[in-house]
């Protein structure tokens, strides 16, 4: 579990921190320290990066907000590793199954990251660098100060002006800037939400009227449509059935068990694994079958087949607004998250 003093999981707002171009840099980058493996790399320290600019990437593989930052991660590394970027990505795992070394190699080809990764799953890297979010990112001079930090989606534009002026401070031939178009947030869209009971008590995510009642397998009654609806989309669900009520999840006990969900988004996505080989969920929109054109590409069919521990893209809809999800899931589907685009 996660040191109480983490309180967030994926940042959807972007903070900047850290000094401009020019300006008194900061505190000396702490190294790598506690690594559990390394991935596309053999083990690294500052030391021997000495000289270049370092972008230190905090994240984790199921975290949305991370991975929809990867494309922009990965065009960056492309246009200026060869002037001298040196770019880690250090994966430090929000739920337990995220330290499973076969599921962060298999995120790592799934989302084509050419660079090195560095397993952080005792959070010891991330603890030296006092970090609390993910995704986190930190640019690190030539001479290994932190120069700029960023937390959260967005802020490519100030990401880039800060590395080019850092990478012309090592004398590196510039190629011409990436243009990046603007991300919009949306302030009125569901916040992430938590399934179970360690941080989902602390959020009031769950909406029965049972609660939660932590190692202990309870059967919620179900409730109508309306009860769904006039809980509004501001971050809570509804089970029916027999549930298992997990730290990090919640696990049907039983086939046919239900999770309703009233969102307002354009994207959902859930966070969810299998007690035995495979788990599947039914999907429904507002109590009906969901057209093809709005599945995820996860949900083919409006059946999601959980057959690992990840991330899975449940609706992609036309645009944000207001319905209800109903979930229809398999013994041993379990529920870690829900989060939204």
Request: with cysteine; net charge neutral; glycine share 8%.
């Amino acid at each position: 579990m996660l040191a109480g003093a983490i309180t967030i999981a994926a940042v959807s707002l972007t903070s900047l921190q850290g000094s401009l171009p020019g300006q008194k840099r900061g505190r000396a980058a702490p190294d790598f320290v506690g690594i559990n493996a390394w991935v596309n790399s053999p083990p690294l320290t500052l030391t021997q990066l000495r000289g270049k600019v370092v972008w230190i990437d905090f994240w984790t593989y199921s975290c949305i907000n991370c991975i929809r930052t990867l494309p922009d991660v990965r065009q960056f590394y492309a246009r200026y590793h060869q002037a001298g970027l040196e770019i880690v990505g250090v994966h430090s795992p929000e739920f337990s199954f995220e330290k499973n070394l076969s599921n962060i190699k298999a995120a790592v080809k799934r989302y084509r990251l050419p660079y090195p990764i560095a397993v952080d799953n005792e959070m010891s890297t991330w603890t030296a660098y006092l970090n609390n979010s993910w995704p986190h990112v930190y640019l690190i001079d030539r001479n290994g100060k932190i120069a700029f930090d960023l937390s959260g989606e967005g802020g490519d534009e100030d990401l880039q002006t800060h590395l080019r002026a850092l990478l012309a401070e090592t004398g590196a031939h510039l190629p011409p800037p990436i243009n990046f178009s603007e991300t919009s947030f949306n302030p009125h869209q569901t916040p992430e939400i938590y399934a179970g009971f360690d941080r989902g008590g602390l959020q009031s995510s769950l909406a029965n009227t049972e609660g939660y009642v932590p190692g202990q397998i309870v059967d919620y009654r179900a409730v109508d449509a309306r009860t769904v609806t006039d809980a509004g989309p501001n971050g809570s669900f509804f089970l029916a059935g027999k549930w298992f009520n997990g730290g990090e999840f919640m696990r049907a006990e039983q086939d046919g068990a239900r999770v309703e969900l009233p969102f307002f988004a354009r994207n959902v996505f859930i966070v969810a694994a299998p007690a035995s080989p495979k788990a599947t969920a039914s999907v429904l929109l507002d109590g009906k079958p969901v057209p093809a054109s709005l599945l995820g590409e996860d949900a083919t069919g409006g059946t999601i087949v959980v057959s690992r521990d990840d991330l899975f893209r449940v609706l992609h809809l036309p645009t944000a607004s207001v319905h209800r999800l109903t979930l229809t899931v398999s013994k041993g589907f379990s529920l870690y998250t829900f989060t939204f685009g």
